[in-house]
Nanobody
Framework: QVQLVESGGGSVQPGGSLRLSCAAS????????MGWYRQAPGKQRELVAL???????NYDDSVKGRFTISRDNPKNTVYLQMNSLKPEDTAVYYCNAAVLTTSLTNYEYWGQGTQVTVSS
């Protein structure tokens, strides 16, 4: 059993900043990739940022230069620092983790989602 618990969402004005956190807990052998996805009303869920266990990152073009993904491996936590937020960033943000469980089986787990609203 692995759970991802998200925090840090909220409402901000355009140009503002938020920092999302996602902590994994449970029976894990290791965590491979961790990522942040978002889903706006009426749209498909899309990848925002991805970070490997070694720290390599990948970003969607829409957030490059504004968002930074990072992780704290000893704490099993991934972060998303969001700066210069735009109204089009409004969505429910979900964290994702590819986990090798203690039973040596790979699974992808999802956080519960946290709302980010950017409006004036």
């Amino acid at each position: 059993q692995v759970q991802l618990v998200e925090s840090g969402g909220g409402s901000v004005q355009p140009g503002g900043s938020l920092r999302l956190s996602c902590a994994a807990s449970g029976s894990m052998f290791s965590i491979n990739n961790m990522g942040w996805y978002r889903q706006a009303p009426g749209k498909q869920r899309e990848l925002v940022a991805l970070i490997s266990s070694g720290g390599s990152t990948n970003y969607d073009d829409s957030v490059k230069g504004r968002f930074t993904i990072s992780r704290d491996n000893p704490k099993n936590t991934v972060y998303l620092q969001m700066n210069s937020l735009k109204p089009e960033d409004t969505a429910v943000y979900y964290c994702n983790a590819a986990v090798l469980t203690t039973s040596l089986t790979n699974y992808e787990y999802w956080g519960q989602g946290t709302q980010v609203t950017v409006s004036s």
